[in-house]
């Protein structure tokens, strides 16, 4: 959606207090540990951009809480397998040998949104190190969340998403259905898929390596793992607005715990 039809639909520009008033009002209370998806443009016209809507999800969790996005880096990810765009066969060596490693407070993300963007450089943020699939938090337990992220963990028990299973993070996600939270059910569900290779590439000591690593297979069916769940546990999925975003906040320890169960029984 382009700045002019967010202008055309909003009937007010949106400010960091609406934005705060909507969270508040969705459960993100002072002191809670929040995953949070997002459309910027979903919201509608929003005064200042990226750093007002920062500024508003930081405001409802407080410094007592922690706010957590995805800051994935797909560029850097293997591209034997690209598909968005491919790349021809007879670059693959040369990508990668040649593209730039991973460094947290530099490389962008990719295809994450506004929000994410902003917030990996937000004074007090921290981001982990992995090369593709790395995660950034600010707050009480950021530190905590994004420390010794394994690069052979992307999602799994090593990464910033089991920290905040621990933490029986909330989920929210506004004007998206992205939901990264269901990659830790695919690490712990058993349901006999073929890991996939991946890698990227990062520094270590001052000296830029590519390190490989195996990610479990993901299939097409989060949006059905998540019907199922809220119409098991219509109470445990809070529905609302921020701005114009049609918004969904749940707890992650169930609904992963659930995910795990129902990926070993349909998959």
């Known amino acids: 959606m382009s700045e002019h039809d967010a202008v055309g639909r909003t009937d007010a520009p949106l400010t960091t207090d609406a934005i705060r008033a909507d969270l508040r009002d969705l459960g993100v209370d002072p002191g809670e540990t929040a995953l949070v998806h997002s459309s910027l443009s979903a919201m509608g016209w929003v005064a200042g951009g990226a750093p007002t809507a920062v500024d508003a999800l930081l405001g409802a969790v407080t410094a007592t809480g922690t706010l957590a996005v995805p800051t994935h880096s797909t560029q850097l990810s293997d591209p034997t397998d690209w598909e968005n765009p491919p790349v021809p066969d007879d670059w693959v060596d040369t990508i990668k040998a040649e593209a730039a490693p991973y460094r947290p407070e530099l490389t962008p993300t990719r295809l994450m949104g506004a929000i994410p963007e902003c917030l990996r450089d937000y004074p007090g943020a921290i981001r982990s190190r992995h090369p593709t699939t790395s995660f950034a938090a600010w707050g009480a337990d950021a530190e905590a969340v994004t420390a010794d992220h394994a690069y052979d963990s992307p999602m799994g028990e090593a990464s910033p998403l089991a920290r905040l299973y621990d933490r029986d993070a909330l ?26 290779a991946n890698g990227g590439p990062v520094l270590v000591d001052g000296e830029r390596r590519w390190v490989e690593f195996e ?47 129902w990926m070993e029984r349909n998959r």
């Open 215 to 261: 990610e479990p297979e993901s299939r097409d069916d989060f949006r059905d793992i998540e019907a199922a769940f809220e119409a098991e546990h219509p109470e445990r999925v809070w529905r609302g607005t921020v701005g114009d975003a049609e918004t969904t906040v749940c707890r992650m320890r169930p609904l992963v715990d659930f995910a795990v169960a």
């Open 171 to 196: 989920i929210v996600r506004i004007g998206v259905d992205a939901n990264t939270s269901l990659h830790l059910a695919e690490y712990r569900a058993d349901y006999g898929g073929t890991p996939e």
